[in-house]
């Protein structure tokens, strides 16, 4: 919020700027002009000015849509950065659709990206076509975790009506993910997950790591009070936001009064995760218990009976979250799942847009030295007005798909001038740069005092251009947000990293290659 009141601050100072020259600038000239026209006929007087004056316009219109479609980029991307930055809760419907189908479209771009592979390429639409199907087909899942023998297959056999998922009363028998609809609802499916902590767990934990993220609704069964292990994973479903209903299966192992304890110490470890209403007492499988019976003649006999298993608890709160919510968490979590798509895909292109913008960097840097090594005149206007290195920012925009709004061109215009002349302690004038540099160069390295004239001026040019190469790099990777250090502290980093001993004499020794035919006559 900050930096779009001091965007909008400097725009706003920008264009007073602007219209004072104009109204200073402007009425002089054309009361000059009307001097050396008064003695015209008036048509042609009349004609003259309307020329002018449409003139004028156009180009006041040219200028004004200029600026306003600066503005409106950056306007854009500031709510689409403080849009992102919300949890689903804190955003409307329409907002979270709004953001899931852009999502969407920036994956699809990233895949279509010329740098990356096939094979990545394959990757990144397979994940994306997950995420449609879900947003297609509007299923909601609701998936279980639960540690060793909790009886988190059981339960949820229970729910389906049937032994669709695996049990063994060992543990340990979910060893990936399983799936089936939900007879309770034909929009829900019920997933199982393998156990919290079972043999192999690194591959169990990647797994349950993935339903959880891609579950609409969750179920954590618990067989007594938390463990660590169930107690992290809740919190961590809390910070995303899952709805989650704790269910408390083995019902039968406790005396009711005990059971009351044992819920409520779960509620007050809970509170800000679950909602008391989602915690929940349930008994999946059938039991047996001897009982005393007595009879009418008062003779006692021993009998066992069966106790029928219990999930109606469970099942009416599922149903209910379902009807009453399902939409709403539906919609969360593809938008959770939209930005992790997003990111994934960044990651997946991240190496492959990086090559592609330093081999920019390597060609715009090895140009402007050229260029500068041929040159018969010191190095005019070495930063800011050096259309190469201008040139070279642009094109590293494009690589990471960062449109250069006010806030880049402003960035760009300070970083091409103020940051070296800080760093050197010189003043702006060229010559003065290319004295500073070749000076630290001379200083640093002993070879370089055998560079000619054109050569060293070349190689100035081309550490410069590299150099801010640098900076652009990363300051378009993190999308054109300024670090936390501060641009001037980048700035000083990137030229520190540059200018120590190796990689200078690493540079000179490419830059001698590069350049050895670049001399001027």
Known sequence: MHSRSFTSGLFLLIALAALGVVLVWIPPQIVAQYEQVKNWEPVWVYGYFGIIGTGVAILLGIVGYFFYSLWSATRKKTEQRERQAKNPSELSSSEKQKEVAENLAATEELRQDAAISDDVKRELAQLKGRVEEKQ????????????????????????????????????????????????????????????????????????????????????????????????????????????????????????????????????????????????????????????????????????????????????????????????????????????GLVEESRRRVQEALDKRAWE????????????????????????????????????????????????????????LGKNLVAILGVNLAAPAIV?????????????????????LQGIVQALVTRWIGGIFVEYFKTEMQLPSEGLSNLARREWQKLTSPAELLKFVQEAREKLKGERPE
């Open 136 to 339: 297609e087909s509007q299923r909601l899942e609701i998936v279980a975790f639960g540690t060793v023998s909790s009886g988190k297959s059981s339960l949820l056999n229970a729910l389906a009506g049937r032994d669709a998922f695996q049990t063994d009363p060992r543990g340990g028998t979910t060893i990936q993910r399983q799936e089936i609809p939900w007879p309770g609802s034909d929009k829900v499916s019920l997933v199982d997950t393998p156990g919290l902590g079972e043999v192999d767990g690194a591959e169990h934990v990647a797994v349950a790591a993935d339903s959880a993220r891609d579950a609409d609704i969750v179920l954590m069964v618990v067989d007594g009070p938390l463990r660590e292990s169930e107690f992290r994973l809740l919190s961590r479903l809390g910070e995303m936001e899952k709805r989650v209903i704790v269910c408390l299966n083995k019902a039968d192992w406790y005396e009711p009064e005990d059971q009351a304890k044992l819920l409520g110490q779960i509620a007050g470890q809970v509170q800000e995760i679950v909602q008391s209403q989602n915690l929940v007492a349930v008994r999946a499988q059938s039991v047996t218990r001897q009982r005393t019976r007595v009879l009418a003649g008062g003779e006692e006999i021993e009998e066992t009976v069966t106790e029928p298993a219990d999930i109606a608890p469970l099942a009416k709160r599922m149903l209910e979250v379902v009807r009453r919510d399902g939409r709403d968490l539906l919609l969360a979590n593809l938008l959770l799942r939209s930005r």
């Open 360 to 415: 920019i960097v390597d060609r715009y840097t090895w140009g402007a030295g050229a260029a500068a090594a041929i040159s018969p005149l010191p190095v005019i206007d070495l930063i800011a007005g050096s259309a190469i290195t201008a040139k070279m920012v642009v094109d590293l925009a494009k690589v990471y798909r960062q449109p250069i709004d006010i806030n880049s061109a402003i960035t760009l215009l300070a970083q």
């Open 435 to 455: 004295t500073a540099v070749a000076s630290l160069l001379k200083g640093t390295l002993p070879i370089a005092g055998q560079i000619a004239g054109g050569a």
